[in-house]
């Protein structure tokens, strides 16, 4: 017996497409870009946050010394 999905990521994607479409089409150029450039802002903070507790709690490798044989 098959299941019916719970969540439909196309349609949900579709969904957020043409609500940001009306919400950014009801604005003009000037607030557009705020908006644009603001959700960016975010996302770009988000990953530098990330990046910076991801390196923080990686352990550090063993460094093996070659020996050098003149």
């Not at 908006?35 to 352990?59: C, M, W």
């Amino acid at each position: 017996m098959a299941t019916k999905k719970k969540f439909d990521a196309v349609a949900e994607s579709r969904k957020w497409r043409t609500a940001t479409g009306k919400k950014l089409s009801l604005m003009d150029e000037g607030e557009r870009l705020a908006y644009l450039n603001q959700d960016v802002a975010g996302k770009l903070q988000a990953l530098r946050t990330n990046a910076a507790t991801s390196k923080a709690r990686r352990p550090r490798k063993a460094v093996r010394k070659r020996k050098v044989e003149a």
